[in-house]
């Protein structure tokens, strides 16, 4: 999915639907927004690492492909854990790693024109896609997804939000 704002509406709607938010809670203590921060971050972390060198130099787009293959963006998630203290470090490095697992699995349902993901570097260079989605078709999708993910977050809000004095005489 080519845009930054479809891969953060699916690590939402993963967090709300897919049991991805027990899985950012495990472990050590953490707040919930840094563990939230880790995970959006790493939702998008494939494309902040990799489409500067695309657009600044797109001679050097063959280069900079395998940067975004799993086996370096673990490396990624590996060295950006270690801005947190100890015990934090762990937590950070999971939820890293659960934001960029959503985009690697998003990335792999678009068809590519040129290039793809190298989904087992340094094992493999091929770049294996399911193919479901051309790349012009992602960008209306991204904007569903964000809409629908937009009204799970609301709802989730409204859920979260305690009941006041007035909705308590309401709801008696
Ligand atoms: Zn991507």
Redesign the pocket.
Same mark, same amino acid.
């Given at each position: 999915?080519p845009d930054l704002l479809g891969?953060v509406a699916v690590a939402r709607l993963a967090l709300e639907l897919a049991g991805v938010a027990a899985v950012l809670e495990r472990g050590e203590p953490a707040s919930e927004d840094a563990r939230l921060a880790c995970f959006y971050l790493g939702s998008i972390l494939? %494309?902040l690492v990799t489409r500067p060198f695309h657009i600044l130099f797109p001679g050097c787009t063959a280069y900079v492909e395998v940067l975004?293959s799993p086996f370096c963006l673990a490396l990624w998630a590996l060295m950006l854990s270690q801005a947190f203290a100890g015990p934090l470090r762990r937590a950070a490095l999971r939820c890293l790693s659960a934001g960029i697992a959503t985009?690697v699995v998003i %990335?792999l349902v678009q068809r590519h024109i040129a290039g793809g993901y190298m989904l087992l570097f340094p094992f493999s260079v091929a770049t294996p896609t399911w193919g479901l989605l051309w790349p012009e078709q992602s960008v209306g999708l991204s904007l569903a997804l964000a809409a629908v993910a937009l009204v799970v977050e609301i709802a989730a809000r409204r859920r979260r939000r305690p009941a006041t004095g007035t909705d308590a005489a309401v709801h008696s």
């Open positions: 999915m891969h494939p %494309d975004d985009h %990335d």
